[in-house]
């Protein structure tokens, strides 16, 4: 089964907005009720302050963040997901783009892609759909939930699960974006890089959140973020997050809904060990796949350009529903002064339903309206498994001082898809006129696809993070694989096995300047077992690749900043991608290449400035192809929907005196630009500029009866720009988007 692209769905338009204007005590008490839904807690709301700001629950400037703890502002100055120690990004030597809790505040982000809108080397498709993430470009190469999304450093999906799993960002407190290969320290791994988003944990300073949210397309959403300790020492706290959201999209007669509940506990007896244990469950519906041909969307047809409200396919026939849930532990204890030990596990289970239609063909061709569509009606189901255990001593040796991780980890994923797909002829297809919506008889549907694909890979690392005279690091690691994949079709009634081994390396080397600057090199490989089948019925070779990289990372000194600057050489092979004559199967092209160069500038300031910038330049080519066809021939060919050039600026400004003092305004500027739309690169897809703005006020320094109210704006795409993202088909991006969010924290 091909990997195909992902869909998400974007909120609409009514905003419910109380006037900031005085209210007496007793009407905001009743409001904080109605949000609450527990009479019992009147209480509690009789508690107020002196102060008439809204309390924040962040980190102060005198306390030492942590790699997977909050940031007060943009910058982190400390990741984990390189090197799976607590380390500082400057002495990384590779790129890492890190997204606070508080940018996504910010943002108002909708979805992961969209919170990393602005990051540098990855090109979001930012869709006009929320219910799962989009296939996003990072340096040029597909990264998507089968492989690439990790959680709190575990891998959420394999290939096999064909999972279409979107982390819910009101449940996270940094989204981190590791540029290139990562597979010592994470075994699967897809060359561009990886997602790992990090859970908000449980925390002993009493939490209490409460968030309303409308917005446009008649979108509701309410939140809560509940967290505290549990008993007067702190040994024991808790942490509870939910979200429901019942909203439409652009697309005519679409859903976007979610149900998300994440309880976690933290069990920490002394300074050397913790413990925390996390659920989380997950619900969302909404719109399938929603592909049109690139005439009318991004080339000219005859009959005009199709709106980008057409749903292609009947909403019954185009949506999709899934849902998840998950148990997590996450161990750490410290022995002594050199040794520790970490333990990380997570069972997933995951099933949905999808029932798509798809733009196959113009019918007939030489006509550009009426379309035979592909239809798709698959259930999944699958269950993934994984552990990482990790033994840490850190000691000197003279003058070097040494940080050495050894791990073992596993995951197992059993995936089962089933159900109808159209067959390669118009006898099984629905012929459908893009423009009227009209449509012709849906054929009858009985089971024709039936796939079961187990995942498993075991992986010994080791890595050893050197720091010699107080200036220079180097890191050096290395890891061993073992991968077993099986595919069972039961309509063929055909099994397929495939065992590989695979060792992989990596090297990286930085100096550290007195002021701040810190040039640094590296070189990092990766191995990736690859699910799915030839049209003659092979199994694919697993993917490899490699990369060299260079740049530089500087932190002024006395200032809260963080300036990368990279440069890299990514090469990859056994390249799988669609099988452009035999539908439902993939071809391994060869090789591709990406070579790139990608600067991001993060900065909070005292007066109140935040904000992030970032610009790449990705050169992504394919250099050797497997075709026997001149038609099919893709060597020297740029990868689709890969632009060369994307940048983003994000500015947030508090104003620190006079009447607007608690104000925040913020302002967006994203530039995406123009990309072949194709394999065989036959039509571009033009470059788009998008605005963005939005806006938070303290209601509690107009009124003191609003103290802790937070009223915020956002509208996305402010211009109302059409646009569309193309891979073979195009999907369009998201029209202009307004929310509105009433916040209150105690």
Request: proline fraction near 4%.
């Amino acid at each position: 089964m091909t990997t195909r692209k992902t869909c998400r769905t974007s909120p609409h338009a009514r905003a419910l907005l109380p006037s900031p204007v005085a209210r007496p005590r007793l009407m905001v008490q009743a409001l904080r009720l109605a949000l609450l839904g527990l009479p019992a807690a009147a209480p509690a709301w009789a508690q107020t302050t002196t102060d008439a700001t809204l309390p924040q629950v962040t980190v102060t400037a005198g306390q030492e963040e942590q790699a997977t703890g909050p940031v007060h502002g943009f910058v982190a100055k400390r990741s984990a997901t390189a090197t799976k120690t607590d380390t500082p990004i400057t002495e990384t030597p590779q790129s890492i783009s890190v997204v606070t809790a508080d940018q996504i505040a910010t943002q108002q982000a909708r979805s992961v892609s969209e919170a990393l809108g602005y990051s540098s080397g990855i090109q979001v498709s930012n869709g006009a759909f929320a219910i799962s993430e989009t296939a996003s470009l990072l340096r040029g190469f597909p990264i998507n939930n089968g492989g690439s999304l990790y959680r709190d450093g575990t891998l959420t999906a394999s290939n096999a699960s064909y999972s279409r799993y979107a982390p819910e960002p009101y449940g996270l407190e940094r989204i981190e974006l590791l540029h290139g290969p990562a597979s010592v320290m994470f075994g699967q791994n897809a060359p561009g890089g990886l997602i790992n988003v990090v859970s908000k944990k449980p925390t002993t300073t009493t939490l209490r959140e409460l968030q309303l949210q409308a917005g446009s397309f008649d979108r509701k959403q309410v939140a809560g973020d509940f967290g505290g300790a549990l008993d007067e020492g702190g040994v024991w706290s808790y942490r509870i997050t939910g979200l429901a959201r019942d909203a439409g999209t652009q697309v005519d007669g679409t859903v976007d809904r979610r149900l998300f509940l994440a309880p976690a506990i933290t069990w920490r007896p002394s300074d050397r060990t913790e413990w925390t244990g996390r659920f989380e469950y997950q619900r969302s519906e909404g719109l399938s796949n929603n592909v049109f041909p690139a005439s009318g969307t991004v080339t000219a047809n005859p009959n005009g350009q199709i709106p980008t409200s057409t749903a292609v396919g009947r909403s019954a026939d185009n949506s999709e529903r899934y849902e998840n849930w998950s148990l997590s532990s996450q161990f750490s204890h410290q022995f002594n002064e050199v040794w520790s030990f970490r333990q990380n596990l997570r069972y997933t289970d995951y099933n949905g339903t999808r029932n798509s239609m798809r733009f196959a063909a113009f019918y007939p061709a030489t006509q550009s309206a009426t379309a035979a569509l592909q239809r798709w009606r698959l259930g999944t189901e699958s269950d993934t498994f994984t552990a990482d255990n990790q033994l840490q001593a850190d000691f000197s040796a003279g003058a070097v001082q040494h940080k050495v991780l050894m791990g073992v980890d596993f995951h197992h994923t059993a995936g089962t898809v089933r159900g109808y797909v159209s067959p390669n002829t118009l006898a099984g297809y629905v012929l459908s006129n893009l423009y009227t919506t009209s449509y012709g008889n849906l054929p009858a549907v009985s089971e024709n696809y039936n796939l079961r694909t187990v995942d498993d890979q075991l992986g010994f690392y080791l890595q050893d993070q050197l720091k010699i005279a107080e200036r220079w690091f180097v890191s050096a690691g290395i890891r061993h694989d073992r991968s077993q994949q099986t595919v069972s079709n039961a309509i063929a009634r055909t099994r397929t096995e495939r065992s590989d081994r695979a060792n992989t390396r990596n090297l990286g080397l930085v100096h550290e300047l007195a002021n701040g600057v810190s040039p640094y090199l590296s070189y990092t490989e990766s191995f990736t077992p690859t699910t799915g089948t030839s049209f003659g019925g092979d199994m694919l070779k697993p993917e490899r690749a490699k990369q060299y990289e260079a740049g530089v990372k500087y932190a002024p000194v006395n200032t809260n900043a963080l300036f990368t600057l990279a440069v890299f050489d990514l090469r990859r092979q056994n390249v799988a991608t669609t099988d452009l004559v035999h539908a439902g199967y993939s071809v391994q092209t060869g090789a591709a290449r990406s070579k790139g160069v990608e600067l991001e500038g993060k900065l909070s300031l005292t007066e109140g400035l935040s904000l992030t910038s970032s610009y790449s330049y990705t050169n992504a080519k394919v250099t050797s192809n497997n075709a026997t066809s001149s038609s099919t021939n893709t060597e020297g060919k740029a990868l689709p929907g890969a632009a060369r050039h994307n940048a983003g600026v994000l500015a947030d400004y508090a104003f620190q005196r006079g009447a607007l003092a608690g104000a925040h305004v913020s302002a967006g500027v994203r530039y995406i630009g123009r990309s072949y739309g194709n394999a065989l690169n036959t039509f571009e897809v033009p470059s788009v500029t998008l605005l963005d703005f939005g806006a938070r006020l303290d209601l509690g320094r107009i009124n003191a009866d609003w103290r802790n109210f937070e009223l915020a704006f956002k509208l996305n795409n402010v211009t109302d720009r059409v646009y569309a993202f193309c891979s073979e088909l195009c999907e369009y991006g998201a029209r202009r988007t307004g929310l509105v969010q009433l916040t209150t924290r105690w």
